[in-house]
């Protein structure tokens, strides 16, 4: 059993030190990056202990159909994926009651793996190879990628006893325990990385020479990987507010009226611009973590991809200071239940391309069937669904995910995607291509994350 500390003067006095420290250097932030963002290390990993699995719906690929034609059955759906991202799992390392006697868990996507525990892992797996099989890229088997995602959960790493023990002694209410999954933009289901990992050797050199297959297999269509991931791949990236000081948030009005406005292109260039207001949501309104140089960060934005459709489901949640009108209106009680941030956050979906519901408003009535409707281009047309705090830029309010990522693996940026429309029509949200060489995942192709660059910097 770990002991824990009280709480300190000196303690609190060390935590607003390094706070002052981090803001000064940071202000506030809309995404996790730079100098603000802190990854996942060893110390956190092995008190967080393995990935939990993304849970996933093994039926709802046979319903691809139905979720095309009903935005109803498609929205209930993703509240249920959402859901089960969010279930709450227990961490590693035991620890005493928190203040207010909340239990040590953390929300299943925040165990998930970021790029530094992928490096770990894959450098854990091939040093664990012969040499023959390293040369001969022999795949890794699924007991190998195992035992190396199990040796980097129990790895504490460089640090020290002192160290171990300091870390957990920050661990004092939910804030801090939520703040042991750190800040990075993405990070994966334990089934997107063994599948990674295993098909490794595949991502090397595909994506240099951009190899197309124009007639791809029915079970594959992602050359530069081997197969296609798994039903339980799932990957999220996050968008974080700096929280210390009072530090405030920028409200975005996502109502039909404004809707209308942003995808006609008379708001912004038909991006989300600045928002429209300031926030200063607590730690009860907002999903909140303490890192442990003491800085605070919210929760503004969630995307979250899952594989449990070939072309995968589309999701992306946004906090709102009017969770329950328009795309908070229908949150089920699956979300409500899990506590009080979780009730701040609107949502929308897009499980294919083309919108194939008849019905505008979705079969919805109030603000949510009106916001649906301001979205709705007409049977047939491009599906719609974007997120107010991660899509930046001109046209980025138009989008609808899917578009964007089938491009994922070649030399197209977001940012000409959005702007050539000759090329790419409707902000890029129909559908171009056959074969998506990285199965719609960018991360395998250009940085940031980059995977691919870390399998050949390790296999050299
Ligand atoms: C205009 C292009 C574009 C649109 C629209 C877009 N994305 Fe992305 N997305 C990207 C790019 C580029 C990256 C990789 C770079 C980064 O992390 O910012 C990415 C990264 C991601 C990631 C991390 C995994 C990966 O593929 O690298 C997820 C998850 C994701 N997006 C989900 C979504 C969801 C959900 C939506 C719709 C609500 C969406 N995206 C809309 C371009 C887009």
């Known amino acids: 059993m770990v002991r824990r500390f009280a709480v300190t003067p000196g303690l609190v006095s060390a935590l607003l030190a390094a706070a002052l420290v981090a803001c000064s250097s940071g202000g506030e932030t809309r995404e996790g990056t730079g100098r603000d963002s802190q990854e996942i290390r060893p110390m956190e990993r092995k008190i967080v202990g393995l990935g939990a699995p993304y849970e996933a719906d093994r039926g709802l690929a046979g319903r691809t159909s139905e979720l095309a034609a009903s935005q109803k059955a498609r929205r209930e759906a993703a ?20 203040d207010g006697g ?3 868990q953390l929300p299943a996507f925040r165990t998930w793996y970021g790029k530094d525990d992928f490096t770990r892992a894959f450098d854990g797996a091939l040093k664990a190879m012969s040499p ?8 890794l088997r699924d007991d190998e990628v195992t035992a190396a995602l199990t040796a980097n959960a129990a790895s504490r790493g460089e640090a020290s006893d002192d160290d171990y023990a300091e870390r957990l002694r920050l661990l004092i209410d939910a804030p801090a325990v939520d703040g042991l999954g750190a800040n990075q933009r993405v990070t994966y289901s334990p089934g997107t990385v063994t599948h990674l990992m295993k098909n490794y050797a595949h991502t090397q050199g595909c994506l240099s020479a951009r190899t197309d297959d124009p007639a791809p297999s029915p079970t594959s269509f992602a050359p530069c990987l081997g197969e296609e991931f798994p039903v339980d791949a799932a990957v999220v990236k996050t968008s974080w507010n700096r929280a210390d000081f009072n530090g405030k948030l920028r409200t975005h009005d996502t109502s039909a009226e404004t809707l209308a406005k942003r995808r006609s292109g008379e708001l912004d260039d038909g991006g989300w611009g600045n928002g429209q207001g300031e926030a200063s949501p607590g730690t009860s309104d ?3 973590i303490r890192l442990s140089d003491g800085a605070s960060f919210r929760l503004t934005g969630m995307h979250l991809m899952t594989k449990e459709l070939r072309e995968w489901l589309w999701i992306t949640v946004w906090w709102s200071a009017e969770p329950n009108t328009d795309f908070g209106a229908d949150r089920p009680e699956s979300i409500t239940k899990l506590g009080g941030p979780w009730s701040h956050y609107k949502m929308c979906v897009v499980t294919s391309y083309e919108e194939h519901d008849m019905d505008p408003r ?6 949510l069937g009106d916001a649906l409707a301001a979205a709705h281009g007409g049977k047939g047309a491009p599906t719609w669904c974007s997120n107010p705090y991660i899509e930046k830029g001109a046209h980025n309010a138009q989008t609808n995910c899917v578009g964007c990522h089938q491009h994922a693996g070649t030399e197209q940026r977001s940012e000409t995607i959005l702007a050539d429309e000759t090329k790419f029509p409707l902000s890029g949200r129909t559908k171009l291509r056959q074969s998506f060489l990285t199965d719609y995942l960018w991360s395998v192709g ?5 995977l691919s660059h870390v399998i050949e910097q390790q296999l050299q």
């Open 362 to 367: 979705g079969g919805f009535e109030g603000s």
């Open 132 to 139: 023959e099989d390293k040369a001969a890229r022999r795949p």
């Open 102 to 104: 909340a239990a040590a």
């Open 79 to 98: 509240w249920q994926a959402v859901a089960r991202v969010l279930r709450p799992v227990a961490i590693a390392e035991k620890l005493e009651k928190l």
């Open 286 to 288: 907002v999903y909140t």
């Open 446 to 450: 250009p940085s940031p994350e980059h």
